[in-house]
């Protein structure tokens, strides 16, 4: 017979016992235990004696019969040892929610309980996990379909700084990618569920996170909490279980009880199943891993205390254990717990430790205003942010405000320019590109489209062949003359080394003369209007304002006339000494109209090579390109609103191309539609300038950083409210912080590597944009420099070729020789007045002059020399070579006065006229250190050829005096004849060459002396030929 101890005792445990968990059930059950209210402590009712029966026989035996088949102790309650009723569950389909931690941790703990409380509306358990895969750990919060937009508005709203990303089956994929072995294991609690469980301040994560971390690629470790609220008074029932009805304990021995019931019962109940699991290659180390993760939790407790351990899985199949964690369901019920123990369980850490080993927000995300992903015509790239890519475009109004782009070299600046350009010109945009080292532009014109090649203006000084006219000194309004007049003063001083007031009243009154001159002129007239008194007298008569008329007249000789104009002479001189500019500049015809380019949407590439034109020149040219398109932009509130076509204006390295007037374009040209993209590589770039620095600074609407250098990082992180200095200098290439607007308008935006295509269809649409502009805006160097011959000596007309339009051919009668005998009877090589005009500057014959060196090397000859080279450039390229007149030498600004080519035979030809001898030396050495094979040393006088012949070699070692040979300008010629002849002879192939270009013939081998008779055939029809253009000339 049970005791009356036992008894009660038996019926709290047969309360108490389905709220601590583990209860297993064939089917997945609902994790809330079947629920049975607590009637009460009863005793059992004896039956009473009655003392004052008397049985007969009959109802004796009956009585004894009754007590052998049943006790005499009745139960109070005939429910009290049914067994418990489940409830089946079937799970939905499941939606993860993955989490980054936010940067700023602390906090989390109290909102991760407004979390709990907020889904706890929730129609189905929601299911906590942390999964460990090859050292790397993540958070994510799964639940159902149905309560997923509940969840993921919470941890919004609640954790706005974290990255929060939805997937699907991210628990299934990562268990199908590991061992084939697995463990699980669930927790319940050790003692009677009212006790509440022992806390560890720090904590159960940094052991758990700890064994996650050690995990390698094939194995996987997880932490599932599935937890729901209770829906039954769970906490009134057990308070009534364990008090005696007055406030004491019902048992006596154990007054813990009713303390732990009140401590826990304050709080709201949540049925839970804690779940561990592993899968590894063998079934040994997934238990290792298991019991590696449980360490942190079933830790030793007080006696007041409960706390977790393991439960055996003895009914519950590992087949059925499996598919229940992957669908967040469970056979088992769950223990209880209040919210507090909850949160020990399920939680964000904030210590840094443990934070560190989970998946955090690096702080380089974040995403983009609705404004940068609503669709304009330009796309900045994509913002990538919790999971999520989109598109990130700009508004053509931001664009008009300008857009300011810095980082350090190689960290996409130019892959992001380029997009950009790329995209403005399939959208048929009016586009302007300064690139200061030509890659940029190189790429550009190979995808260029079909449409556009027609718009293209390439402006390269490097170009051998052909020049773009650019001449500075035009100017239509007065606000363009003042704004032209002072930039330019500017630039010119900015690139100065010597420069003062004095300086920029001369150099500004002389810009003035020739703005306000009815012929105008160009930047090498400036030079000989402030050298030549005649010249500067003549032009004078053409200028229209007596202010500028008298400051030349009067004033100017005050101030020491020619000694006070040293500093500007030196820099027009260094940037008119290299012939692909001074060519450029001194073209009076403007091909570059820039209200023209701007208004019709043009796209004007200017390529300004330091390496090919000298960084001060590649500054100077492009600041004068920066300051013509302000004065044409500003020029435009001339034009109705609705006619100011959209401009965007490129400029990469802008800081080496910035103008005083660059501020105002960048405060007011938004309403001259014209937009602004600055890049360049840091601020100390611009701190020199302040005004500048300042107005890049604060009038740019659209600010993008690449990996900025570690000074520059602090400064720019200023300008953003959620990126530091740290999360700028951690940008990957390709990766940028962008803010369109304001500063807390910023978020992380990848820009895409260009995709260029086929090389070869590449270079084939390069050269026929090249080809496309050189017809359509360029000159011919060679007929530049045979209208400039006729021009040198004329003290002010207009250009050969504005006059050549009213001239008619003539052809005059054979001229005869001075030896009184016809051009016709002896055909010889043409001679230099046959190739260009008489000039009283021209000299006969060789005259020993001395040159001072400096002189010699802005020269580059006069027009003899000049003469000299266009005439043996023709003679050469009739004989099939590639000839090119003043010829760059690879990797120096240094030129060859005539380069040769025809197959493998590459001559560079120096050309004496009037040089010294030490002069002459040092150009022979130049192309021998630069390695042509044949130097061809040609002068025009005998006597002269000698003496540099005998200084030469005498100045050369023995091999290098193999590679040089001395002519005469006739004997030349016949080297070249001789040289054509010989492949006549040997070539026997079907390749010929014309103008330097391979040709495939079909040719007849014939003897030498066919071909000596046909070569002097040849040279006698030249010879008529150039003899009828002496004549046409000297008529």
Avoid at 386 to 400: A, H, I, K
Wanted: aromatic share 8%.
């Amino acid at each position: 017979m049970t005791t009356l101890e036992q008894e009660l005792t038996g019926q709290f445990y047969r309360f108490e016992l389905p709220g601590r968990g583990g209860q297993v059930c064939p089917e997945p059950v609902s994790i809330e235990p079947p629920f049975r209210s607590f009637p009460g402590y009863h005793l059992p009712q004896p039956k009473v004696k009655d003392d004052g029966r008397k049985h007969t026989f009959f109802s004796g035996f009956m009585e004894r019969l009754g007590r052998t088949i049943s006790d005499t102790e009745e139960p109070a309650d005939p429910e009290e040892h049914e067994s418990p009723q489940f409830f089946p569950w079937e799970r939905q389909a499941i939606v993860e929610f993955q989490i980054s931690l936010p940067r700023e941790r602390k906090g989390l703990a109290a909102r991760m309980e407004q979390l709990l409380s907020s889904i706890s509306l929730c129609g189905e358990p929601v299911s906590f996990e942390i999964l460990g895969m090859g050292g790397d750990a993540l958070l994510q919060i799964a639940a159902s379909i149905d309560d997923a937009p509940l969840v993921e508005r919470q941890l919004s709203l609640l954790f706005p700084g974290m990255v929060v990303t939805a997937t699907e089956d991210a628990l299934m994929e990562a268990w199908q990618q590991t061992g084939n072995s697995f463990a699980i294991c669930e927790c319940g609690l050790e003692r009677e569920f009212m006790l509440p469980l022992g806390l560890i301040r720090s904590g159960p994560y940094f052991p758990l996170l700890s064994a996650l971390a050690s995990l390698d690629e094939t194995e996987l470790g997880i932490l599932q909490v599935i937890f729901e609220p209770v829906r039954h008074s769970w906490g009134g029932e057990a308070l009534q279980a364990v008090s005696d009805g007055e406030g004491g304990p019902f048992f006596v021995n154990r007054p813990e009880l009713l303390t732990g019931a009140k401590a826990k019962f304050s709080r709201p109940l949540h049925a839970v199943v804690v779940r561990f699991a592993s899968s590894a290659d063998d079934s040994e180390r997934a238990w290792k891993i298991v019991a590696e993760m449980l360490s942190g939790f079933v830790a030793d407790a007080s006696d007041a205390d409960n706390r977790l351990i393991p439960l055996s899985n003895d009914g519950y199949e590992g087949r059925d254990h499996e598919r229940d964690l992957i669908l967040r369901q469970s056979r088992r019920t769950g223990m209880l717990l209040n919210r507090d123990e909850l949160s020990w369980l399920v939680r964000f850490p904030e210590d840094p430790l443990t934070a560190a080993l989970l998946r955090s927000d690096s702080g380089m995300t974040r995403a983009a205003p609705e404004s940068a992903i609503q669709t304009s015509p330009l796309q900045l790239g994509f913002n990538e942010h919790g999971g999520v890519s989109n598109p990130v475009f700009l508004s053509d109004e931001n664009r008009f405000r300008h857009t300011h782009v810095i980082g350090a070299s190689g960290t996409g600046k130019s892959t992001l320019l380029f997009n950009l350009i790329r995209q403005d010109i399939e959208a048929g945009a009016g586009v302007g590109v300064l690139d200061p080292h030509g890659d940029l532009i190189e790429k550009i014109l190979g995808i260029i489209p079909d449409h556009r090649i027609k718009d293209v203006i390439l402006l390269d000084p490097s170009d051998e062949e052909y020049v773009i006219g650019f001449n500075i000194l035009s100017a239509h309004s007065d606000l363009e003359k003042t704004l032209l007049a002072s930039d330019l003063v500017s630039i010119f001083a900015r690139l100065s080394t010597s420069w003062g007031d004095q300086m920029n009243s001369v150099f500004q009154n002389a810009i003035l003369a020739f703005l306000e001159s009815r012929t105008g002129g160009t930047l090498a007239d400036l030079r000989r209007f402030l050298l030549d008194k005649d010249f500067r007298s003549a032009f004078l008569k053409t200028v229209e304002d007596p202010e500028a008329v008298f400051y030349w007249e009067k004033a100017f000789p005050q101030l020491g006339g020619n000694k006070s104009i040293g500093p500007i002479l030196t820099r027009l001189e260094s940037f008119l000494s290299p012939k692909s500019i001074r060519y450029m500049v001194s073209e009076k015809s403007n091909n570059l109209d820039f209200a023209q380019i701007m208004n019709s949407g043009k796209i004007l590439l200017a390529c300004l090579p330091q390496g090919r034109m000298g960084r001060e020149n590649s500054y100077l040219l492009g600041s004068l390109l920066v300051a013509k398109f302000q004065q044409t932009a500003m020029s435009r509130q001339a034009l109705a609103e609705k006619d100011r076509k959209p401009f965007w204006l490129y400029i990469d390295e802008f800081q080496n191309f910035a103008t005083p007037s660059m501020s105002e374009i960048l405060s007011g040209a938004r309403k001259y539609r014209l937009g602004l993209t600055l890049a360049h590589q840091d601020l100390a770039q611009i701190r020199r300038y302040p005004e500048l620095s300042s107005a890049v600074l604060t009038n740019t609407c659209t600010r993008i950083v690449f990996r900025p250098g570690d000074e520059d990082a602090q400064s720019l992180a200023a300008g953003f409210a959620h990126f530091d200095s740290k999360a700028l200098m951690s940008l990957s290439v390709g990766d940028a912080v962008c803010r369109i607007g304001r500063s807390d308008a910023d978020f992380n935006l990848r820009v895409p590597a260009s995709d260029l295509g086929d090389k070869e269809h590449l270079g084939e649409r390069r050269l026929e944009v090249i080809e496309s502009s050189r017809s359509q805006y360029g000159r011919s160097k060679v007929e530049i420099a045979a209208e400039r011959v006729e021009n040198s000596t004329a003290p002010h007309k207009p250009s050969l070729a504005a006059e050549r339009q009213e001239k008619k051919s003539i052809d005059p009668e054979p001229r005869k020789t001075d030896a009184g005998e016809s051009a016709e009877e002896k055909p010889k090589a043409p001679s230099l007045s046959s190739a260009v005009p008489s000039s009283p500057a021209s000299p006969s014959s060789y005259s020993p002059t001395t040159i001072r060196e400096d002189v010699e090397a802005l020269g580059r000859g006069g027009a003899l020399h000049q003469a000299v080279q266009l005439e043996l450039k023709q003679i050469a390229e009739t004989h099939g070579f590639r000839a090119v007149v003043e010829k760059q030498i690879s990797g120096s600004l240094e030129t060859v006065d005539l380069y040769l080519e025809r197959g493998s035979t590459i001559i560079a030809c120096e050309i004496s006229v009037t040089n010294t001898l030490e002069y002459e030396l040092k150009n022979v050495t130049k192309c021998l250190k630069a390695g042509f094979p044949l130097v061809a040393m040609v002068a025009l006088d005998a006597g002269k050829l000698a003496k540099l012949e005998a200084a030469i070699r005498n100045s050369l070692s023995d091999v290098q005096t193999t590679q040089v040979q001395f002519f005469l300008k006739s004997d030349f010629v016949t080297l070249l004849q001789s040289l054509v002849l010989k492949d006549v002879h040997f070539s026997g192939g079907k390749e010929k060459l014309r103008k330097g270009w391979k040709v495939n013939t079909t040719t007849v081998e014939i003897s030498e002396e066919e071909a000596k008779a046909r070569a002097a055939s040849i040279a006698s029809a030249m010879a008529d030929s150039l003899k009828s253009r002496k004549r046409s000339n000297g008529s």
